[in-house]
T-cell receptor
Framework: DGGITQSPKYLFRKEGQNVTLSCEQN?????MYWYRQDPGQGLRLIYYSQIVNDFQKGDIAEGYSVSREKKESFPLTVTSAQKNPTAFYLC?????????????FGNGTRLTVT | GQQLNQSPQSMFIQEGEDVSMNCTSSSIFNTWLWYKQDPGEGPVLLIALYKAGELTSNGRLTAQFGITRKDSFLNISASIPSDVGIYFCAGQFLGEAYKYIFGTGTRLKVLA
């Protein structure tokens, strides 16, 4: 079955450490996204990528970095510069990022930084 | 950042009752999407709407794309316990294909 796989499901890190969240999709989608979800708020866009080797900042990119070396993969690094990194992170993809191409989500990674 | 106005924030209903929730925006959208999210899981797409006035069903779920392109509603008929979860809408801007705006969600609890 096609889908989006995020790993790990839970991640614990000490403050000051960088951490990388994995996202892999086998839907052959061109566009991939990273969102952050906090209680009581709508999803907020961190980064998105329309094609391989290209990505753009979203609304809350500070303290995060991404790469898109392969169509299937879009890892997110949460750096020590991110002031409030504890959150639920969701990866998503869409076929072209044009109309009639809804977002499909992975199952998320819950990051806790202490 | 921008958010959609989604209401109600939460609902407690009896099993078998119908449910209605809606999203409104000051902006015009090209696409409306409705998702369900279970605790600790990723959102699952329920219904996608692409044309103003469009009415689409998925089993007991029905959603409509408002004529003004600024609102959408989701109805669930004859609710069952497994309908419990958080439902949220998302709008995709006309001309900004990669930009999706999300509602804050409606938390649904079904009492057996």
């Amino acid at each position: 079955d096609g889908g989006i796989t995020q790993s790990p499901k839970y991640l614990f890190r000490k403050e000051g450490q960088n951490v990388t969240l994995s996202c892999e999709q086998n839907l052959n989608h061109d566009a991939m996204y990273w969102y952050r979800q906090d209680p009581g708020q709508g999803l907020r866009l961190i980064y998105y990528s329309q094609i391989v080797n290209d990505f753009q900042k979203g609304d809350i990119a500070e303290g995060y970095s991404v790469s898109r070396e392969k169509k299937e993969s879009f890892p997110l690094t949460v750096t020590s510069a991110q002031k409030n990194p504890t959150a639920f992170y969701l990866c998503a993809s869409s076929s072209r990022g044009t109309g009639n191409s809804p977002l499909h989500f992975g199952n998320g990674t819950r990051l806790t930084v202490t | 950042g921008q958010q959609l106005n989604q209401s109600p924030q939460s609902m407690f209903i009896q099993e078998g009752e119908d449910v209605s929730m809606n999203c409104t925006s000051s902006s015009i959208f090209n696409t409306w999407l409705w998702y369900k999210q279970d605790p600790g899981e990723g959102p699952v797409l329920l219904i996608a709407l692409y044309k103003a006035g469009e009415l689409t069903s998925n089993g007991r779920l029905t959603a409509q794309f408002g004529i003004t392109r600024k609102d959408s509603f989701l109805n669930i008929s004859a609710s069952i316990p497994s309908d419990v979860g958080i439902y949220f809408c998302a709008g995709q801007f006309l001309g900004e294909a990669y930009k999706y705006i999300f509602g804050t969600g409606t938390r649904l609890k079904v009492l057996a």
